[in-house]
């Protein structure tokens, strides 16, 4: 391992010195996701195995190149998980994808996202410096908010060697319930149920139909289901769809028109667009099926309170993620400045020039 560290240290210098970029890739499963890649190919995948596993502090420590399925089997023979439930998208994710992307499935909203557990890492700047920042256990925080920088910085901050995670255990139980219920209802239903002690791990509605899923001790879940009321759903029928939902594969992903993902207040009014909807994590999370203008779908993320990323097809030489305030613009150069200055690591993802 540490040979290969060396060589990467190595061929980030000399792309450095001589000005060439390089593209940070695992499996690929995400290479649709952000601007377009460029640069000499740096793949990951050699970089793999689990490095250190505590169930009984519920912290793994794991290596970038590490297969996403991998990690999910050895945390489930010991009843444990990753809360933030990620995508897979394709066979191939790794474990280093799936913090770098930072995107998290419908768990989210119940659980927390990527950067909330991540609680340490070592990197390889553009300088090819190697630089380690929190630790491999909840109680250390030592340079805690840099780690969790890297969720969603898409490997322009640096290249994850290993990432030390926390895990929590799987719920006792679960179920998932159905009901006919029109958008704003279900919006409201949703913020209500938000306001009470019921053990909601995740909801979605599209097209007239609200789905719940309850996760939690047994008799939690099932006081709640006596409660709510509904359809339930079979846990095959249950698991298939939530699955659909993390992975994309649900038949509402597979459209030709781009995919916007908005994100909103949990309270916001419906997003009145062109296009098919499907309302994830209480109503924060909106996807939009449309070929609606980028600047009108944005002004309206804007106007409920939130923005919008062209998360899937469309232009992806202009702007993919929505356009940031001078100030914090700024702020992203000056942290992209910090690591890489001199622009080696998968330029251009997040946008133009970073």
């Known amino acids: 391992m540490n040979d290969l560290i060396h060589v990467w240290r190595e061929r980030i210098r000399a792309a450095a010195a001589e000005g060439r970029s390089l593209h940070i890739r695992g499996g690929g499963s995400k290479d649709f996701y952000g601007r377009q890649a460029v640069g ?38 010991r009843g444990q998980m990753l809360a933030f439930e990620p995508p897979h998208f394709a066979t191939g994710s790794t474990i280093g994808g799936c913090v770098a992307a930072g995107l998290a499935g419908p768990r989210r909203a119940a659980a927390g996202g990527v950067r909330d557990f991540v609680l340490g890492a070592r990197i390889i700047d553009g300088r090819g410096e190697l630089l380690r920042f929190g630790g491999e256990v909840m109680k250390n925080v030592a340079g ?104 994309h594969t649900d038949a509402f992903f597979q459209a030709d028109a781009p995919l916007w993902r908005l994100s909103v207040p949990t309270d916001a009014l419906s997003a009145s667009l062109p296009g098919e909807q499907l309302v994830e994590w209480g109503g924060a999370q909106r996807w939009l099926c449309s070929v609606a203008p ?61």
């Not at 000499?40 to 590490?66: F, K, Q």
């Not at 150069?333 to 133009?352: H, I, Q, S, T, W």
Request: glycine share 8%.
């Open 40 to 77: 000499e190919l740096l793949d990951t995948r050699m970089c793999s195995g689990i490095v250190n596993y505590e169930p009984s502090e519920l912290v793994v420590t794991v290596r970038a190149g590490t297969p996403l399925v991998e990690l999910e089997a050895t945390l489930a023979a």
């Open 294 to 354: 980028a600047k009108e779908i944005r002004a309206c993320a804007e106007l409920l309170g939130g923005h919008a990323t062209l998360f899937r097809h469309g232009e992806r030489d202009s702007a993919v993620f929505h356009p940031l305030p001078a100030a914090l613009m700024a702020l992203q150069r000056n942290l992209k400045n910090a690591f890489d200055p001199a622009g080696v690591l998968n330029p251009g993802r997040l946008y133009e020039g970073l």
């Open 144 to 247: 805690y908010d840099v780690s969790r920088a890297l969720a969603g910085s898409l490997g322009t901050l640096g290249l994850i060697v290993d990432v030390s995670l926390k895990v929590l255990p799987r719920p006792v139980a679960e179920a998932t319930l159905r009901f006919s219920m029109a958008e704003a209802a279900a919006l409201h239903q949703l913020n209500v149920c938000a306001g009470q002690p019921l053990p909601v791990s995740a909801s979605a509605w599209r097209d007239g139909v609200l789905t719940l899923r309850l996760s939690g001790a047994k008799a939690a879940v099932d006081a709640a289901t006596v409660r709510l009321g509904g359809e339930r759903l079979s846990s095959d029928v249950a698991d298939a769809f939530w699955r659909g939902l993390r992975d």
